[in-house]
């Protein structure tokens, strides 16, 4: 029996128990809310059953109107922000593309640098990617161990900003020179070894491309991340679901009775679940259990560069495609 119920907890698809799973859920998120509707369901109740309020009850119809309204908002909702975590995953996603056709062309298309040279490149280019997560987060990756191990020797910031420097009025923020700073290192070299007659025209072109598009990716990302949903709108929601949550009680109360008490606490928890979960993924670059593993993103990338290095011929006269 006990193997039975590991297969089941281990089994994909209808057997999994995602309901089961509290710790990845936002069920503490949304506890306080269901508690909250708890409270008012059972004072509507006790008014009605103990008190004899009679007056207190609600004709379903006018429900069913707020229903219709809170369904709408909730779907705008919904939508907006899956659309924003899906075009951050996109953008994302887009950029490890990038970084992967650079590695490519680094590693193959350049005959007249060495091979030490070229590890210095293709990790420069997954420093790109470890500054930009810092950057979507609002840290400063400068003095981060996995920058500094990426980085060349040579690499020197125009602006060296500490965060203990800047005062509420500067406008420098240092989140925001590394991603840019290190594709301006990379187009000044790629155009230095096309001028020197070391790189050809059309690697040159494509690796032009890629630093263009990782500019505008990086810039897609940032207005995701820098731009949150209006607080405005986040608190028009909480208050038309809590108006909705007291009405509910007082239509169901002259039905019900006292079960109008689980009755709204699961409706509670089923809207106000979405509302926050809609919440949590609008930004998608963040550290918790509901964002992208971007962390998990890098380490691919890291590996494949490894790969390359270890395994990948640098040019076609180290290929032996003979049959012998």
Known sequence: MTNFFRWLVMRKGWGYPYCLNIRDSIVWSVIPAVFFSAIIATIVCYLYIFCGFRLITLDSTVVNTISALLGFLLALHASHTFERYFEGRKAFQDTCGLIRTA?????????????????????????????????????????????????????????????????PSSKINPCMDLPLEIIAYLNLYYSKKFSEKEFDGISFGIISEALNDLTRFLGNMHTISDAPIPFPYQIHMKQSLNIYICFLSLALVESMGWATIPIVAIIAFILFGLETLGNEIANPFGDDESDLPLEEFCDNLESEMDYYIKNIPTNINNINLSDS
């Open 103 to 167: 590695f490519r062309i680094t590693w193959t298309n350049m005959d007249r640098v060495s091979n030490k040279e070229k590890v210095v490149l293709m990790k420069l280019w997954l420093a790109f990617v470890v500054a930009t997560i810092h950057s979507l987060r609002s840290e400063s990756g400068i003095d981060s161990k996995e920058i500094k191990g990426l980085l060349p020797r040579d690499f020197h910031l125009q602006k060296v900003v500490q965060i203990s420097e800047i005062t």
